[in-house]
C-alpha cells in the first residue's frame, strides 16, 4: 500500500523557518522523482520544489528560490522541504508527491498535506 505522509507544518511568525518531511512507504522510493506542491487557501494547487529520483538535481519555483530547499535520503526513504524567511503568502497547504513516468508506466502518489500557517 503507497503511502505519503508528511510533517512538520504548523503556525510560524514570519520571517520564521520550517522543515517538512515526507515519509514513502510501499514503493521503490529511490526510483521516484519527489516534488512540493502547495495549495493557498481558496487557489489552485501550485508547484514548489522538485528533486530527481538521484538527489542529483532540484528546481524551484520562482515563489521559494532562495528560500527553501528540498532534499531526500534515499536510505529512509523520506524527502524534506526547508523553508526559511517564511512569508505570510507562504500560508498553505502542503503536499508531497512521487512520479515516475516511463514507456509503458506512468505513476503518481500524492499525500494528504500537512498545513502551513505564516502569521504573527
Known amino acids: 500500500q503507497v503511502q505519503l505522509v508528511e510533517s512538520g507544518g504548523g503556525l510560524v511568525q514570519p520571517g520564521g523557518s520550517l522543515r517538512l518531511s515526507c515519509a514513502a512507504s510501499?514503493?521503490?522510493?529511490?526510483?521516484?522523482?519527489m516534488s512540493w506542491y502547495r495549495q493557498p487557501p481558496g487557489k489552485e494547487r501550485e508547484f514548489v520544489a522538485r528533486v530527481t529520483s538521484s538527489g542529483d538535481s532540484t528546481n524551484y519555483a520562482d515563489s521559494v528560490k532562495g528560500r527553501s530547499t528540498i532534499s531526500r535520503d534515499n536510505t529512509k526513504n523520506t524527502q524534506y522541504l526547508q523553508m526559511n524567511s517564511l512569508k505570510p503568502e507562504d500560508t498553505a497547504v502542503y503536499y508531497c508527491?512521487?512520479?515516475?513516468?516511463?514507456?509503458?508506466?506512468?505513476?503518481?502518489?500524492w499525500g494528504k498535506g500537512t498545513l502551513v500557517t505564516v502569521s504573527s
Open positions: 508527491n512521487a512520479v515516475r513516468t516511463g514507456r509503458y508506466y506512468d505513476f503518481d502518489y
Open positions: 510501499g514503493f521503490t522510493f529511490s526510483m521516484f522523482a
